[in-house]
Nanobody
Framework: QVQLVESGGGLVQAGGSLRLSCAAS????????MGWFRQAPGKEREFVAAISGSGGSTYYADSVKGRFIISRDNAKNTVYLQMNSLKPEDTAVYYCAVKIHYGLGLTTPDYDYWGQGTQVTVSS
């Protein structure tokens, strides 16, 4: 049974930082692409960042490029999202996801398993 558990969300002022964590269990995840997505109220879930199994390749949405950093520790089966220079428009529920099947994927249908999400609120 694959399980993804996010943590690290919270309330932060604009310009501040947060680090999200996603702990994975049920498989060895070092071969799989893992991603972060977010969903704001009334909006569709959108891609934020992804990282290859080895960690050697990373991908970002234009809206977070230069501010967010995705990383992973395969020994701990954990993926991180360091979020800096946060803006009110970053407010959303953030979800971790894993793509089991081979190949790059940057959209929600590409991913096979999802966490329950963690709320990030950025105040102005």
């Amino acid at each position: 049974q694959v399980q993804l558990v996010e943590s690290g969300g919270g309330l932060v002022q604009a310009g501040g930082s947060l680090r999200l964590s996603c702990a994975a269990s049920g498989r060895t995840f070092s071969s799989y692409l893992m991603g972060w997505f977010r969903q704001a109220p009334g909006k569709e879930r959108e891609f934020v960042a992804a990282i290859s199994g080895s960690g050697g390749s990373t991908y970002y949405a234009d809206s977070v490029k230069g501010r967010f950093i995705i990383s992973r520790d395969n020994a701990k089966n954990t993926v991180y999202l360091q979020m800096n220079s946060l803006k009110p428009e970053d407010t959303a529920v953030y979800y971790c996801a894993v793509k089991i099947h081979y190949g790059l994927g940057l959209t929600t249908p590409d991913y096979d398993y999802w966490g329950q999400g963690t709320q990030v609120t950025v105040s102005s």
